[in-house]
């Protein structure tokens, strides 16, 4: 069995994130779901695990699993260069970062990657969506946020075709290290991205055969082709 690991659902859940745990499940029986809630010691802080996903929550709840993930961020950092997969989506990346700032307010990040995030929650909501590359496959992707990224991006996960990457000024998308990927995409990104969960499981190891494959994937290229006419 491998073992998958569903962090924080209750908080951090907003547009149906945790269903990219959920369909990674329905395709292969081998996956073992563990639901770590906000009351609980991760399953990774001690124990072995191939996979851990961390979805979009609230700005004022970020703030709260930032102090929820700061005692394990050694063993974080030990298991993203063992080459565990972390899949972190939407505003979950700026936990990740130095720090947060929010008006005159700085919230301390996990400073794992080299990057800060400032919000503009004064502003109207920034909603857009993307197509980029990463090791030879198209991605898509959509954003709504109040906030933006900012720093070199090294480690970047994304090369943007179209659309903007972590702030309006660049076309690197995300932040990638290893098999730890993250990105500003909202919602249900591997059924968005087909062909990335297919190369998740083979990662882990397992059959690359998808719930609904032939019906997700052509829903995958009707997309791509419809973005790129209209973005």
């Known amino acids: 069995m491998k073992k998958v690991e569903l962090l924080y659902p209750k ?47 609230t700005e004022r709840k970020q703030e709260q699993i930032i102090e929820l993930l700061r005692p394990y961020r050694d063993r974080m950092a030990e298991l993203i260069d063992k080459g565990v997969i972390f899949l972190v989506t939407g505003n979950a990346v700026e936990i990740f970062g130095k720090y947060i700032k929010d008006d005159e307010r700085i919230i301390e990040g996990l400073d794992m990657f080299d990057f800060y995030s400032v919000r503009y929650m004064k502003n109207e909501r920034h909603n857009s969506q993307y197509i980029g590359e990463c090791d030879g ?19 970047y996960f994304i090369d943007i075709e179209k659309g903007i990457g972590m702030n309006p000024d660049t076309k690197r998308e995300g932040i990638r290290r290893n098999n730890f990927f993250g990105t ?36 995958y290229e009707y997309r791509l082709d419809e973005l790129r006419r209209t973005i």
């Open 184 to 219: 500003y995409s909202l919602g249900p990104f591997l059924i968005l991205n087909p062909l990335f969960a297919k190369r998740l499981l083979r990662t882990m190891g397992l059959e690359d055969k998808l719930c609904f494959e032939r019906e997700i994937i052509e829903a």
């Open 11 to 57: 908080l951090c859940n907003i547009y149906g994130e945790s269903y990219n745990v959920e369909y990674l499940s329905r395709c292969n029986p081998e996956i073992e779901v563990v639901s770590t809630q906000h009351g609980d010691t991760p399953e990774f802080a001690s124990n072995d695990v191939d996979m851990i996903y961390l979805g979009c929550t």
């Open 137 to 155: 496959l198209t991605f898509l992707g959509h954003r709504s946020q109040f906030s933006f990224a900012y720093g070199d991006f090294d480690e």
